[in-house]
């Protein structure tokens, strides 16, 4: 339904989880202020940031959190994912323990979110390539299984960041409208 003037307006909040170094700070900061930082500590003190996007005419708001290097813990907390509607669950593609984790990220986020939740897959560090530990199709394959989106990005180079964001974006809203 319109309103005169406004318009609808939705705001989404979307999670990045997965193990510590993977890119996960990294990614939101080359999507939401297109910057990388070789040499990032730990915590950020960011807790998210936001991004306005339109479709179909609204303006849709994602807001994106971090967490501040809490994962070291193996845990994060359910605060960290109350009301989340999307979810960017990484791996670093040139180090096979963070996507041996993927299964244990994925039971945390059931844990604590509903099924409607929208999840995508990410092996980052896709620039890596020449140390590659995860293959490509390792990585279709458990988002197959998982009914999971799927796709390889690098922060470092840009390839896919805002891709990944956007389809998960995009699925929320088409959730929801
Ligand atoms: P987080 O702990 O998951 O938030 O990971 P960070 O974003 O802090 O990144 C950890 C380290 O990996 C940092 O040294 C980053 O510079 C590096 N890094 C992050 N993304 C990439 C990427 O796409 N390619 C490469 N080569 N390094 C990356
Ligand atoms: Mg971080």
Known sequence: DDESGGGEEYLFKIVIIGDSAVGKSNLLSRYARNEFNMHSKATIGVE?????????GKEVKAQIWDTA????????T????????????V???SRRSTFDSI???????NTHSDTTVARMLVGNKCDLDNIRAVSIEEGTTLAE?????FMETSALDSTNVKKAFEIVIRE???NVS
């Open 48 to 56: 998210f940031q936001t991004q306005v996007l339109e479709i179909d």
């Open 69 to 76: 290097g809490q994962e070291r813990f193996r845990a994060v």
């Open 78 to 89: 359910s605060a960290y994912y109350r009301g989340a509607v999307g979810a960017l669950v």
């Open 91 to 93: 791996y670093d593609i």
């Open 103 to 109: 299964t244990r990220w994925l039971e945390e986020l």
């Open 145 to 149: 299984a998982e009914g999971l989106f």
């Open 172 to 174: 929320i809203y088409s």
